[in-house]
């Protein structure tokens, strides 16, 4: 049996969660519902705006998130990231370590530089939307991989924001070929609409020819296919994965089994905070998946666990929370 059922890449942000209302989104100049990739200057100028406000603060990063999930719910997860050495990097890896993720990091080694950090920020209705300064995220390369933690695991999980820089889609491309080589699973999150906009040719080169598993929401997979129709944004996906997820919000999701689509309806909930939402969904599917469930009850799991985490602010849930949606 392989040591971890998921060994996850992707940016290590330290998350910092705000309740804002749209007025104050357009009085910073900031586009709503996206994520952005923002320079140290502009993170700072926010941060200063945003001192009077109420913050909460997590290690983050969408793949970090879906890793987090699949040990809470008792699963085995690896996570490679690359943090600096600084209190930011201190923090993000102590809160790795509390949360049961193993990782790559050194706690006597880190590199200089400024940890990533990521400004979230949630709106009434729910939406969220994301300032990303990625430090020293933004270098991160093959070194960060640990090929025989990814050949020791039942899947590799690649979250698309890695697109957008040449180191990190190259490590991401390199931890593609070492999974497909030993015969791991490999799946892959768009991640956000704005990666799928800007950066299509880098994720199709990441997706190579082809995955066991993609995920997406219904904007990403309908940007990635060029077209307003679903079922042609399902027909596209089918050329890219074996099996695949389209969440769809309120509308449920979408999974395509290898041979048909299985519809799933959303679990009905007072949604106040939709970040980490896409993230739970595919740790609590994976979870399922590599520990003996068929792909509808890993579905079934999934919608459960998204819907618990958009009823609370923050990516996560506790860990006894999460661990209380397996029972029936």
């Known amino acids: ?9 992707g940016n290590a942000l330290v998350d910092f969660e705000f309740e804002l209302d749209e007025a104050k989104l357009s009085s910073l100049g900031i586009d709503k519902g996206v994520m952005t990739l923002i320079d140290e200057d502009r993170h700072h100028t926010l941060v200063s705006e945003l001192a009077p406000h109420e913050v909460k603060k997590a290690c983050g990063g969408s793949s970090a998130n879906t890793a987090i999930a699949v040990s809470q719910f008792g699963g085995h997860s690896f996570y490679s990231c690359r943090v600096a050495n600084d209190d930011s990097g201190l ?11 193993e990782s790559n990091i050194n706690p006597n080694a880190r590199p200089d530089g400024v940890t990533g950090k990521c400004l979230v920020f949630v709106t009434p209705d729910a939406d969220r939307t994301m300032n ?5 995220a933004a270098e991160f390369s ?3 991989l640990v090929p025989e933690a990814i050949t020791n695991s039942d899947y590799l999980y690649i979250e698309g924001y890695l697109v957008s820089s040449p180191t990190g889609k190259a490590a991401a491309i390199e931890a593609r070929n070492l999974a497909q080589n030993a015969g791991v ?3 892959l999150s768009l991640s956000d609409p704005n990666m799928v906009s800007f950066f299509k040719p880098g994720l199709l080169e990441m997706i190579g020819d082809g995955l066991d598993f993609l995920f997406a929401n219904e904007t990403e997979a309908l940007k990635l296919a060029e077209t307003n129709d679903l079922n ?10 074996k099996q695949f997820a389209i969440t769809r919000g309120p509308q449920g999701s979408l999974i395509f089994d290898g041979d048909s689509i299985i519809e799933l309806e959303a679990v009905p909930v007072n949604a106040i905070d939709t970040v980490g939402a896409g993230d739970m969904y595919a740790g609590a599917l994976l979870y399922g998946i590599t520990h003996g469930m068929s792909l509808p009850d890993a579905g079934k799991l999934a919608s459960k666990a998204a819907a618990r985490v958009v009823s609370s602010l923050g990516p996560r ?3 006894s929370e999460t661990r209380s949606l397996l029972q029936p």
Request: charged share 15%; net charge negative; with cysteine.
């Open 1 to 9: 049996m392989p040591k971890y059922n998921l060994y996850a890449l």
């Open 91 to 101: 923090f993000y890896l102590e809160d790795l370590q509390r949360c049961g993720v």
């Open 132 to 136: 990303t300064h990625l430090g020293i």
């Open 142 to 144: 093959s070194q960060e």
């Open 185 to 187: 699973k490999t799946s």
């Open 232 to 241: 042609q944004a399902i027909a596209h996906c089918q050329t890219l994965a």
């Open 317 to 319: 849930l506790d860990p």
